[in-house]
């Protein structure tokens, strides 16, 4: 191990990347931290113990929810926006020919994609600000309703995203690994050590809340290491090559991951699994006594940890990995891109037959892959349940479902792109 980060601090050109994203990284923590102007310290104070999912969320998507930061909405508008246009280049025949283009139809994509993160932001921002008010009972603001007010903390808001979305591209450029991957990344680890602070003051005050904190870090351990196996699970499918004259053909394998959508499908899945629950919020402060009743039905049914939002949540996970991966795995493209490089599949005809092929084997790593993801989804969940049911009491999870698989997803990615460096490092060296 030693020996490792000997190499990476020899090497120049890998040091300076890794500073370099560091630095983005503490600057992004500070911009946490920096609470909108005119936000009630007051309501503040309260919003720290408002709802664990409006928590998840922020973490989630990089935001700073807890100090009603310039960061409010972190990266969700950037997000949303990527997927609608995701969903686009399968309607929209011009951005399908886009996404196939390669390089310069991404660069195409992604410039689409930063336009419709502003007004989405601008909307969401007014939508997040009337969230927040609702969980503390002095208003965040002064005056809501008035457009002179809320407009510039809006503004602001929709701003501080788009900051965070330059902090990110310039990861992606100037440092090391995806930018916006490793913001939620720094969101989800920086929290860790305070909530394992504030369960060893718990455990201080009283012993019992030590044993479910050992359990619960035990089973975070052990779903780390399954997430890394079922992560870095494939399978490889035979391919040959046509050799030329005399040569015989060339071997080589194609690669469909078991877990082929990371956590995609837990972040639309939290999306419409929180619905019921933020409407039931904002209708329990309606003046009808018939709308407070259903309010309070849907806080209260869809509440986390309750059975029906589980089973909801990983319903949802599930039917949302195979409507992704139908989205983004294209077995006819794939059989098509084969068969164009002169290869085949042992045993399977080219064409119709190994598209339908892929097909299968997709659906089939889809529904381990949906299963493993839903799992992951709601584990940390069964396991607060267990101990909030138990006399032991319960502790606060130290990581989500979607948290475990965006923090090995990421190390993953760091440690391949590290590796790439060393090797392009020790290539140099014999110029």
Known sequence: MFNYLKQIWASKSLRNKILFTVGILVIYRMLAHITVPGASIEALSQLNNSSEILQIFSLLTGGGTENFSIILMGLSPYINASIIIQLLTVVIPKFEELSKEGEQGRRKLNQYTRWLTFPLAFMQSY????????????????????????????????????????????????????????????????????????TLILAQQDETKLIPFIFTALITVILLIVVVLVTEGERRIPLTY???????????????????????PIIFAVALVTFPGILGQFMQAAKSESVRAIGESLTSLFSAGTILYLVTFFLLIFGFTYFYVSITFNPKQVSENIQKRGGYIPGIRPGEQTEKYLHQTSRRLTFFGGLFIAFIGVSPMLIQLFFDTSSMGSVPLLISGAGLLIIVGVVLELIRQINAQLVMHDYKKFY
């Open 127 to 198: 939508a997040m600000i009337l969230l927040l008010t609702s969980q503390v009972k002095v208003p965040i603001i002064s005056d809501i309703s008035n457009p002179g007010i809320v407009l510039p903390i809006m503004l602001t808001i929709t701003a501080g995203t788009v900051l965070l979305i330059w902090l990110g591209e310039l990861i992606s450029e100037h440092g090391i690994g995806n930018g916006i991957s490793m913001i939620i990344f720094a969101s989800i680890v920086t929290n860790i050590p305070a909530l394992v602070g504030q």
């Open 242 to 264: 046509a050799g030329r004259g005399a040569q015989k053909g060339q071997q080589a394998y194609l690669p469909m991951k078991v877990n082929q959508v990371g956590m995609i």
